[in-house]
């Protein structure tokens, strides 16, 4: 199956900086990459999504890129705020004849800004 | 626009007992419905997925079980609870959705329910 790994698993910031998160996949088949976010005591939410036949996504201070020869995505954060604090998770999904593509996540990144 | 409801939002049991979460979707039909726990490390594990009433999938054994009696409802159950079973669990749909992307595996999740196995 699909191995998902995620890095850094803690990334502190100061308030205004960059933010990057990189993961890799393991399955060349995989062609949907979303990205979670997780505030404290909730449900994880899509901030942003990439597909196979992309390479770059940008929304606002948040992008994703793919590199499929290097089976790896990024995100970026710019411009970081204190409210970007939260759990961040990656997931790639791999469809093999099913028609259930199943989502595989990261172990995920507490990024933590400082004002 | 679709929601999804998920209770208790807490839970405090002793071990031995039982467990019943419930899940429930609206604004669409015959979704895709999971159940994830995540444990104090905070990775995601899949626990079941469900294609269709009555169609139920298991990722990892354990105490657990779950079930769909109606298109739109998942429940997450145990005869006996044990500590192992404290965490954070998440059910999560994915499917057809109006005004936006369909066909990729978009995963919308609840907001959570805590269980303490005391």
């Known amino acids: 199956g699909e191995n998902v790994e995620q890095h850094p698993s803690t990334l502190s910031v100061q308030e205004g900086d960059s933010a990057v998160i990189k993961c890799t996949y393991s399955?060349?088949?995989?062609?949907?990459f979303p990205w979670y976010k997780q505030e404290l005591g909730k449900g994880p939410q899509l901030i942003i999504d990439?597909?196979?036949?992309?390479g770059e996504k940008k929304d606002q201070r948040i992008a994703v890129t793919l590199n499929k020869t290097a089976k790896h995505f990024s995100l970026h954060i710019t411009e970081t705020q204190p409210e970007d604090s939260a759990v961040y998770f990656c997931?790639?999904?791999?469809?093999?004849?099913?028609?259930?593509?199943?989502?595989?996540f990261g172990r995920g990144t507490q990024l933590t800004v400082w004002p | 626009s679709q929601t999804i409801h998920q209770w208790p939002a807490t839970l405090v049991q002793p071990v031995g007992s039982p467990l019943s979460l419930e899940c429930t979707v609206e604004?669409?039909?015959?979704?895709?419905l999971y159940w994830y726990r995540q444990a104090a490390g905070r990775g995601l594990q899949l626990l079941f997925y469900?294609?269709?009433?009555?169609?139920i999938s298991s990722e990892v054994p354990q105490n657990l079980s779950a079930s769909r009696p109606q298109d739109r409802q998942f429940i997450l159950s145990s005869k006996k609870l044990l500590l192992s079973d404290s965490g954070f669990y998440l059910c999560?749909?994915?499917?057809?959705?109006?005004?936006?992307?369909?066909?990729?595996?978009?995963?919308?999740f609840g907001a959570g329910s805590r269980l303490t196995v005391l």
């Open positions: 999560a749909w994915s499917g057809v959705r109006t005004g936006g992307a369909s066909g990729a595996n978009v995963l919308t």
């Open positions: 990439i597909r196979s036949n992309v």
């Open positions: 399955d060349s088949a995989s062609n949907y």
């Open positions: 469900s294609i269709g009433i009555g169609q």
């Open positions: 997931a790639a999904q791999y469809f093999r004849g099913s028609t259930l593509g199943r989502l595989y």
């Open positions: 604004g669409t039909s015959n979704p895709n």
